[in-house]
Structure formats: C-alpha cells, structure tokens
C-alpha cells in the first residue's frame, strides 16, 4: 500500500528565525477505478481505505446499490518504474444482473459544482437516481449534540494532526457517537471512505445518521449523502447555493458553520431541537 504521508525538507521562517528542517506531509497518489477491467474513473486521494473509496463512489454515483451488487474486486498490477505494485488500480467485478455504466459517455456520474452544469438539471438527476426517502426520517438532532460534533471530528484526524491538510469526514449517530471516520486529500474521497465502510458492512441507508464534514459543503457532499439516505449534513464552513437547493428538494437538513456555540440551519430546519 502507498504511504498515507511522506517527509521532506522545508525552510521553516518563523520572524527572524529561518531554519532547514524535514517537515511531514499528506500524500496524494492516482486511483484508477476500473470495471471488469475498463477504466472508469481516477481519482486523487490519500492511500488507504481504498476498497471503501470504491464502493463509496460506485455507491454514490449510482453504479450500485449495496455490497450485494459488487461480485469481487482487487488491485491489479500497476508497478513503478523499480517494478513495484503501487497499489493505484482497483478492478471491480459487478454482480451478476447489475448493469455496467455506458463507457462511451464522456462523464457518467454526477458532477461537481465546479464543472458548470445545469443546476435544476442536477437536482432532478439526484432525485430520480437516489432510492432512498430521505424526506421521511424522523431523526431529531438536540442541539448541544450537534455542536460537539466539530470537536469530536478534529479529536479523532490522526493524520491531520500530523500534517495539518486532510480534509476529514465522520458518520455520526443523533445522540454524538461517532460510528466511522475517513481522512482524505479530498473532501469528496473521504465521504465516500465513509459511506463505503457503510456499504461493505450493509448498513445502507444510513438512517437516523448525521454526515460532518471538515470543509465546506459543496453540491457534490450533498449529492452523496442523498445518495446514502443521510438525513443530516454538517460543515464546519459554507454551503454552496447548489448544494442548499438539492438539500431542500431531497429532504436533507443541511447545517453550516457549524463552529463554537453557534451554526447555520439552511434547510428542514425541525431536526434539530432547540433547548426550551
């Protein structure tokens, strides 16, 4: 497996002090996602939990729907110029009867916010793809557990705490305890760590769950707890106004600045129950 961080030299300037010393950071390496042996997608992100990337992302794009769907998968030979297994391709084998994403479409997922598509468009793409009523959960979230949620995210980042650029993702229970957490260079990696571990283990859908982000809240999060029947999205910063609109139109509680003693409550507001 690739190193989840490496070391390197840096010229460290605090004021008047300049020194030469290695200093740790994450590392980033490719991940090619290949289906019966075609590829499929490749992704940037922090080895480990790789298998969990994968079902997470086949899950959230709408590939499958559960681990019944995914026949086999493993690392296939991809070696570095010593002749080394780098650990950067996973072939996954789908489930007899589970239909195979058209490879000639130039992108077949959902995008991000940053690709530029139709707004309205995408909202209706989720909605029809996703299986899961997430407008129906009676989750109720007090409002003292929803703010310790940042606090217990950042207590449990052991690989941000040694480089300090990992974004962090954690699934959480509406009484505060934390039943998985993924660290990753991208914050839409380390959702689909979370929601894969959720998937390998047939936990879909993540019913009654709250889903705590280190960033923002992008489109693409919101998509992907939708994706999983997440009826509670948190994040330490903003949301995008995509992400607003998709949370509203599925039936997601979406939470921002979720920071301190305080926070943004941007849809399906009733979730969260204030203090009398």
């Given at each position: ?5 490496s ?10 002090q300049h020194?030469?010393r290695?200093?740790t ?6 991940l090619?996602?290949?289906?019966a042996?075609?590829p499929?997608a ?7 939990d790789?298998?969990?990337l994968?079902h997470?992302?086949?899950?959230t ?10 026949a086999?998968l493993r ?37 991000s916010?940053?690709c530029?598509v ?6 209706d ?5 996703t299986?899961?009523?997430v407008?129906?959960?009676e989750?109720?979230l ?8 940042p606090?217990a995210?950042?207590?449990?980042q ?10 962090a993702?954690g ?9 998985a ?6 914050r ?5 760590k979370?929601?894969g571990?959720a998937?390998r283990?047939?936990?879909?859908p ?10 923002r809240a ?5 998509q ?11 994040a330490?910063?903003?949301p995008?106004s995509?992400?607003?609109e998709?949370?509203?139109e599925?039936g997601?509680?979406l939470?921002g600045?979720?920071?301190?003693d ?10 969260v129950?204030?203090?009398?």
């Amino acid at each position: 497996m690739g190193r989840v961080t490496s070391r390197t030299p840096v010229l460290r300037i605090r004021g008047s002090q300049h020194t030469t010393r290695p200093d740790t950071v994450a590392a980033e390496e490719p991940l090619e996602i290949r289906l019966a042996g075609k590829p499929l997608a490749v992704t940037m992100r922090t080895p480990g939990d790789d298998f969990d990337l994968v079902h997470g992302f086949l899950a959230t794009e709408g590939v499958i729907a559960g681990h019944d769907d995914v026949a086999g998968l493993r690392y296939c030979d991809s070696v570095d110029a010593d002749g080394r297994n780098t650990y950067n391709v996973v072939d996954v084998d789908l489930a007899a009867g589970v239909p195979i994403p058209d490879f000639g479409l130039e992108r077949n997922f959902y995008t991000s916010s940053s690709c530029g598509v139709c707004g309205k468009a995408s909202i209706d793409a989720i909605r029809t793809k996703t299986t899961f009523d997430v407008t129906a959960d009676e989750v109720r979230l007090p409002l003292e557990v929803l703010l310790a949620l940042p606090d217990a995210l950042r207590a449990e980042q052991q690989v941000f705490e040694k480089t300090g650029g990992l974004h962090a993702a954690g699934l959480f229970t509406a009484t505060g305890e934390l039943g998985a957490l993924r660290e990753d260079v991208g914050r839409h990696n380390a959702v689909d760590k979370v929601i894969g571990d959720a998937v390998r283990e047939g936990r879909l859908p993540l019913a009654g769950h709250v889903l705590m982000v280190s960033g923002r809240a992008s489109f693409e999060l919101t998509q992907k707890a939708a994706m999983a029947g997440i009826p509670v999205l948190a994040a330490v910063s903003a949301p995008s106004s995509l992400a607003v609109e998709l949370a509203r139109e599925v039936g997601i509680t979406l939470v921002g600045f979720l920071r301190g003693d305080g926070c943004n409550v941007y849809t399906h507001t009733g979730r969260v129950v204030l203090p009398d």
